[in-house]
């Protein structure tokens, strides 16, 4: 799936230098997570060739770099990571790939104004940034003034594209406001699987309540587990959502013991895959929003 | 703290019925099970069996999505092609049977990691090392049910050929015993154990519930059925406690009832009267008798 974009990439390319006479090849750059490799196709258009290492509905924080995603690190001039220590492989990565690229991890780079602090006690931050539309807007504009960096040329091109980008995610961002805007107040909790939707419910008057902890890696307790059984049933909390790629099986124990309603799936770690209605991060923000909007305001 | 608190009420939950029945149910097969595999040497070929069913029930969850007769089929097949795999590579080349096993175990579980690292799947690897005993549904409830009664019966019905093929194969076999097919029989019972359990348990806790009872039976016991009714009665205590710590303290419940198996091995290991270790320490160098 890798080697055809990337022959059409350098297929565009070469049609560009036919065009334009000598000049200069593609940004080579490679990224971590489906979001971030939307955002450097927005932003880079022709002038950067893109690779996402992590397919989608690969689940971020347990994959497992193989020879080739090295290689391509190896290569690559930027490397966007989500940063914040979703990607715990990154140091041994880019180490071992001897990249002399610039790795960017956009996460923590993001301003002490948009980012969350970190869970009080366990010093972990929450990864999942891309939740929040502030943070998207900052990332885009974190991305442009890197790809400005490396291909200064190319650095209005770069500029006019991250606009059109973020023109839409304000769009979306009004969208989404007027669309949870419809939840009463004391309905927005969102229990979930693994505690991914922290900034979403930071922007928008949620409480989480996720079965395990910030990695889907962590494992849930029965004393914690029948602590959210009492809190659904006392707050009356009428849906529950599982995850695009976590086990079901504890979110679906939670429905049959206390009879609410399952939402539809979210997505927590990243895009969809082809033909899952949530393979942009449009229409994946759009598919969470409804899908929690809808589960929670039904009575 | 009432007695009421500390033992009855975390059982008011649902899922806390669910995974002490199914972990009582597994217990009571897994018990039985360990006793033979621990007697005939068989403990480590148990660990690798499990590691083996991970590419079955990767490719399983690709297949037909998270539906449990799927994964139950997918994990079936690739354990049984391990077993029968190495059955027939010690019989038709000069590599021997332990070998085959540690070498096509491997294999698999390479394969099973390759599996889950690069296809969307909802599997990872915590999941089916160590799974999730609060996570036990209806359906997995009835396979470890009907998994249970199933090896519970075989015992009952076949216990002496699996007590001789157990202490005396050779006997057994100049007697007329089908010794093949009782260790055939051995290796399918294991993988059904297994893939049951694993579900909702994980292969290592389904392997603490098979193994650390039958290791810990087999140091107060000199009989065969009571060093089965104690395996038995270890597991099923040992998974009444290990979820009621898990709920009282917040541990990760499959941990939790491994480690109270554990410290029960770990008592036998010290304390058990004829073949302990602070017996052995006070004879000096004079080792134990074997059972």
Redesign the interface.
């Not at chain 1, 494992?219 to 029948?226: C, G, I, K, N, S």
């Not at chain 1, 695009?244 to 504890?250: E, G, I, Q, V």
């Given at each position: 799936m890798r080697m055809p974009r990337l022959l059409a990439a350098l297929g565009l390319a070469a049609a560009a230098c036919g065009a334009q006479g000598a000049q200069t090849p593609p940004l080579r750059v490679v990224t971590l997570t489906t979001v971030l490799s939307e955002i450097a196709r927005e932003v880079g258009g022709s002038h950067v060739s893109v690779v996402g290492l992590v397919?989608?509905?690969?689940?971020p924080?347990?994959?497992?770099p193989?020879p080739a995603d090295i290689r391509a690190v190896a290569d690559a001039e930027v490397v966007l990571a989500s940063g914040l220590s979703l990607e715990a492989y990154l140091d041994r990565l880019v180490a071992g790939s001897g990249s002399s690229g610039r790795v960017v991890a956009v996460g923590d780079a993001l301003p002490e104004a948009v980012a969350m602090a970190g869970v009080p006690g366990a010093g972990e931050r929450d990864p999942h940034w891309w939740h929040s539309l502030d943070c998207m807007l900052i990332a885009t504009d974190i991305v442009r003034a890197e790809f400005a960096k490396a291909r200064p040329a190319a650095a209005a091109d770069f500029s006019a594209n991250a606009e059109a980008y973020q023109a839409r995610l304000r769009g979306l961002k009004a969208w989404a406001a007027a669309e949870i805007g419809r939840l009463p107040p004391n309905r927005r909790h969102l229990v979930t699987s693994h505690d991914a939707f922290g900034y979403f419910a930071r922007d928008y008057g949620f409480e989480v309540h996720a079965i395990s902890g910030l990695s889907?890696?962590s494992?849930?307790?029965?004393?914690?587990?029948?602590g959210l059984?009492d809190l659904i049933r006392r707050e009356r909390i009428p849906a529950v959502f599982a995850e695009?790629?976590?086990?079901?099986?504890?979110v679906?124990?939670l429905v049959?013991?206390t009879g609410v309603r399952l939402g539809a799936t979210l997505y927590a770690d990243g895009l969809g895959?082809p033909g899952s209605g949530a393979e942009t991060y449009d229409s994946m923000y759009r598919h969470n929003v409804r899908a929690i909007v809808d589960a929670l305001s039904a009575r | 703290m009432s007695v009421h608190d500390l033992l009855l009420a975390p059982f008011s939950y649902e899922f806390m019925r669910r995974g002490l029945l199914s972990a009582v149910l597994l217990g009571a097969s897994g018990g039985l099970l360990g006793c033979v595999l621990v007697l005939r040497r068989l403990a480590l070929m148990g660990d690798a069996l499990s590691h083996s069913l991970l590419p079955g029930v990767a490719v399983a969850w690709l297949l037909f999505g998270t539906s449990t007769s799927a994964l139950f089929f997918g994990g079936l097949v690739a354990g049984l092609l391990t077993a029968l795999g190495s059955a027939l590579l010690s019989r038709l080349t000069r590599v021997k049977e332990d070998a085959a096993f540690g070498s096509l175990f491997i294999v698999f579980f390479g394969m099973g990691v390759a599996l889950i690292s690069k296809l969307p799947t909802r599997i990872n690897l915590a999941d089916f090392l160590f799974g999730n005993v609060l996570g036990v549904g209806a359906s997995d409830l009835r396979l470890a049910g009907a998994v249970s009664a199933g090896t519970v019966a075989l015992f009952a019905i076949f216990y002496r050929s699996i007590l001789l093929e157990t202490f005396d194969p050779v006997f057994h076999r100049a007697t007329g015993g089908r010794g093949g097919l009782v260790h055939l029989g051995f290796l399918t019972l294991t993988v059904l154990n297994l893939v049951a359990a694993m579900q909702t348990m994980g292969i290592v806790l389904a392997l603490g519930l098979f193994l650390l009872p039958a290791v810990s039976a087999y140091l107060w016991c000199d009989r065969f059925i009571s060093m089965l009714l104690l395996s038995v009665g270890l597991a099923i205590g040992g998974s009444v406690v290990g979820i009621l710590v898990s709920f009282h303290a917040g541990l990760a419940s499959g941990a939790s009832i491994v480690l109270c198996l554990g410290a029960a091995f770990l008592v036998s290991v010290l304390f058990s009267p004829r073949y302990g270790a602070l017996r052995g320490l006070r004879l000096g160098s004079a080792r134990p008798p074997a059972a």
């Open positions: 397919q989608p509905g690969v689940d924080h347990t994959f497992n193989s889907t890696d494992e849930a307790d029965a004393r914690h587990l029948a059984i695009d790629s976590a086990n079901p099986r504890l679906e124990n049959r013991e895959p | -």
